[in-house]
Nanobody, 122 residues
Framework: QVHLAESGGGLVQPGGSLTLSCEAS????????KAWFRRAPGKQRELVAI???????DYADSVKGRFTISRDNAKNTVYLQMNSLTPEDTAVYLC????????????????WGQGTQVTVSS
């Protein structure tokens, strides 16, 4: 059973930065991409950023220009660098392993971490 473990969340002031990490316990067969989602209170889960094994990335409009997703394949780890954070970024951030097709559609698979809380507040 492959496990995903997120880390790096915390409390940060508006305008601040955080870097989240998602480490997989092993390679995940059948998945060619990983993604970060977030779930804010009272809101639906939102796809934030995607990266495939080749390094192709995509972002939600709400985070473009502020967030950067990257990966270290040798460490089975994906990162999310978050800059210029606002209170609207407050959420539980979750990592997922899934499939990114040639049209840019991401299909989550049943590999989820427990999430890491990010709170942006003064």
């Amino acid at each position: 059973q492959v496990h995903l473990a997120e880390s790096g969340g915390g409390l940060v002031q508006p305008g601040g930065s955080l870097t989240l990490s998602c480490e997989a316990s092993d390679s995940i067969c059948g998945s060619n991409a990983k993604a970060w989602f977030r779930r804010a209170p009272g809101k639906q889960r939102e796809l934030v950023a995607i990266i495939n094994f080749g390094g192709r990335t995509d972002y939600a409009d709400s985070v473009k220009g502020r967030f950067t997703i990257s990966r270290d394949n040798a460490k089975n780890t994906v990162y999310l660098q978050m800059n210029s954070l606002t209170p609207e970024d407050t959420a539980v951030y979750l990592c997922n392993a899934g499939i990114l097709d040639n049209r840019g559609n991401y299909y989550p698979r049943s590999y989820w971490g427990q999430g890491t809380q990010v709170t942006v507040s003064s």
